[in-house]
């Protein structure tokens, strides 16, 4: 059973340019969550979702961020005209339900760099 | 704002020696999780501990949870090179999927 998988693992953009992260998870898991570290800093909430659902985006930047969790395929988090500061690792992780006492299984992450 | 905060910010020692985190957080909790983080690379998670738990053990590493205090902590028992990394605590509250995290403890472990 693979684990969940997060491509690219490193992406580096220019300042304007969109950013895609991409998130498949766990087989069986239909919750991903989205997470931004910034450097020396712990994991900060960003959206929770659900298949074709967004449940809570109450974490994620009000501009230039949106998520989905289609159907099919990965979950995305998309970030339009990047900017300097949106340089960070973003990980996914998913589970099985939302319930507070599963384990949430992470991703090894995408390091973004804008320049 | 942050729902835990480790302490120390940043730890070394010995190959050999204990090595003790802790974590302490704000508001009641369904349960706390311990991850590792090896520098510029993905989580591991370690040990969940629910809020009903006082102790927990898993190989070489111990958790105990004081929910009086608001506090945790992590014990890594005979450390070994390969600890070397950062370690966080996680926080889940009652009916919340988010995650709450601290600012990690940096561990050094001298050969």
């Known amino acids: 059973n693979a684990g969940v998988m997060q491509n690219p693992r490193h992406l580096v953009r220019r300042r304007g340019q969109e950013a895609r992260l991409r998130c498949s998870p766990m087989k069986g898991h239909s919750h991903v969550y989205w997470y931004r570290q910034l450097p020396e800093e712990g994991l900060k909430f960003m959206v929770y979702l659900q298949k074709e659902n967004i449940i809570d985006e109450s974490g994620m930047p009000k501009e230039r961020f949106s998520a989905e969790f289609p159907k099919e395929g990965p979950s995305i988090l998309r970030i339009q005209q990047v900017v300097r500061g949106d340089s960070a690792a973003y990980f996914c992780a998913s589970s099985p339900t939302f319930k507070s006492y599963n384990e949430q299984f992470f991703g090894p992450g995408t390091r973004l760099t804008v320049l | 704002s942050q729902q835990g905060e480790e302490d120390p910010q940043a730890l070394s020692i010995q190959e050999g020696e204990n090595a003790t985190m802790n974590c302490s957080y704000k508001?009641?909790?369904?349960?706390l999780q311990w991850y590792r983080q090896n520098s510029g690379r993905g989580l591991v998670h370690l040990i969940l501990?629910?809020?009903n738990e006082r102790e927990k053990h898993s190989g070489r590493l111990r958790v105990t949870l004081d929910t009086s205090k608001k506090s945790s902590s992590l014990l890594i028992t005979a450390s070994r090179a390969a600890d070397t990394a950062s370690y966080f605590c996680a926080t889940a509250m009652d009916s919340n999927y988010q995650l709450i995290w601290g600012a990690g403890t940096k561990l050094i472990i001298k050969p």
């Open positions: 501990i629910r809020s």
């Open positions: 508001t009641s909790i369904n349960n």
